[in-house]
């Protein structure tokens, strides 16, 4: 049951639309982060959420909160890249 005023689990489909979507949505396509489609959803959901708390984080706050993500295709710098893209907006 949910309690007014108290948001549930957000999913990735509800950062942004097709037609509109999330700056981090954006700048993973931009930045050609998304490959094989296994890490997307908890990085894009993991980097959300840190922009949330500190929408300037360093390196090294970056790295640790994506560090539980695992990407097996590699793209793990075009994913850093298009996280502080987003947060250099």
Known sequence: MRHAGVRGPRAREGLGT??????????????????????INGMIMTAA?????NPRP????????LDGNLCR???????????RRVARA
Request: aromatic share 4%; with cysteine.
């Open 18 to 39: 097709r037609e509109h979507p999330h700056p981090l949505q954006q700048a993973f396509i931009a930045e050609q982060a998304a490959q094989c489609g296994y890490c």
């Open 58 to 65: 360093s390196d090294s706050e970056l790295r640790s909160a």
């Open 49 to 53: 959420a840190l922009l949330k708390q």
């Open 73 to 83: 295709c590699g793209t793990h710098m075009r994913i850093l890249r298009a996280i």
